[in-house]
């Protein structure tokens, strides 16, 4: 029985298309990280308080061995100006169980997600957002030189890019991404309105 074999030229497009399924992927996970982030720092979404009907913890299990618990729990958002409140809300990645009738900060960021409003959180989704630059720093230095297809490695390639738009723009992403972590991070966390 024979095996499959795709025509060269079709395997160069898919290993080609690889690295814009990356960007487009960490481009994504990067805005999410970023609204949840405006929503734990109350920028986003409606102001109020969300109680605690119950907890349930929830297991995350991964193949590399890097599982976790966390826990989302159900209740009621009110409004801080008394005009919307959502008896099915709900909130999760809680790091602690909350007990029943407990009153949390929130934000109603849509439909029935409410988020809790955190300094810490924020800060951790602002870092995530802005690490996820890297990975696309790193996907369009693929894409540019041609890695993948490439018969150069990843040393090779890097020096034949000096003096060229290439270097600047994937040194400029990684740039803006630690000016991100390391700045823009903590300051959107700590002075966004609440």
């Not at 159900?74 to 009738?101: C, I, Q, Y």
Request: proline share 6%; hydrophobic share 45%.
């Amino acid at each position: 029985m024979s095996r499959f074999q795709a025509p060269p030229a079709a395997k160069r497009f898919l290993w080609r298309f690889a690295p814009v399924l990356a960007i487009l992927a960490f481009l994504t996970i990067g805005v999410l990280s970023a609204r949840s982030a405006l929503a734990s720092a109350g920028a986003i979404g409606k102001p109020g308080h969300f109680v605690v009907s119950q907890c349930a913890s929830v297991y995350h299990h991964s193949r590399h061995g890097h599982s976790y618990t966390d826990y989302t729990c159900t209740g009621t958002f009110r409004s801080d100006t008394g005009k919307a409140n959502d008896p099915r809300a709900e909130m999760s990645a809680l790091d602690d169980p909350v007990p029943a009738g407990a009153e949390l900060p929130a934000q109603l960021i849509g439909g029935h997600d409410a988020e809790l409003v955190n300094t810490a959180q924020a800060l951790q989704s602002f870092v995530e957002a802005s690490a996820c630059l890297l990975p696309v720093a790193l996907a369009l230095f693929v894409l540019l030189t041609d890695l993948i297809n490439s018969e150069r490695g990843f040393r090779e390639s890097w020096r034949g890019t000096k003096g060229t738009a290439t270097r600047a723009v994937v040194l400029g992403i990684v740039a803006l991404s630690a000016v991100g972590m390391l700045v823009v991070s903590p300051l959107l966390a700590f002075l966004l309105p609440r």
